[in-house]
């Protein structure tokens, strides 16, 4: 069952001038371990283990309490809208991966130091002081506003 399908280069979010083909060519074909079925026993089969990965999915979100809006309830939706809640957020602030505990202790110390600095140079700074230094690091405010960095 190997099946060719032409996909087109939609103009709605393409320019004329895209380097992109104007279509291509997408081949499916049946796995190998599938090969002894016939095409409708093989699309029985495919349906069947999609209705279960889609079941497990919307079992997980009512575990979560939210819920699998599906495609057509998808489709109905404004491209304006937005959600009526906030998502909740983490606790943690994944900002330092390691492994090591005395590495995610200096590097959450250093973090921590560079806010107390920012912090302080910023209060100054809007109170109208042009000579703050701010600590190595800032980024966005010296790009900006032509701040003193360290």
């Not at 575990?63 to 057509?72: H, M, P, Q, T």
Request: include cysteine.
């Amino acid at each position: 069952m190997n099946h060719n399908f032409r996909a087109r280069k939609p103009a709605l979010f393409f320019a004329s001038s895209s380097p992109l083909p104007e279509s291509i060519v997408v081949q499916v074909a049946r796995p190998a371990a599938f090969a002894n079925l016939s095409d409708l026993e093989f699309s029985r089969r495919l349906d069947a283990a999609v209705r279960r990965l889609v079941q497990r999915a919307r079992d997980e979100l009512d575990n979560r309490g939210s819920k699998f809006l599906g495609a057509s309830a998808v489709r109905k939706q404004s491209f304006t809208a937005t959600p009526a809640t906030t998502a909740e957020r983490r606790a943690l602030e994944p900002t330092v991966a390691t492994r090591s505990a005395s590495t995610r202790a200096r590097a959450l110390a250093k973090k921590e130091a560079f806010a107390r600095a920012y912090r302080r140079a910023w209060q100054r700074f809007r109170a109208g002081a042009r000579d703050v230094k701010f600590p190595a690091g800032t980024y966005a405010l010296r790009l900006n506003s032509a701040v003193n960095c360290e």
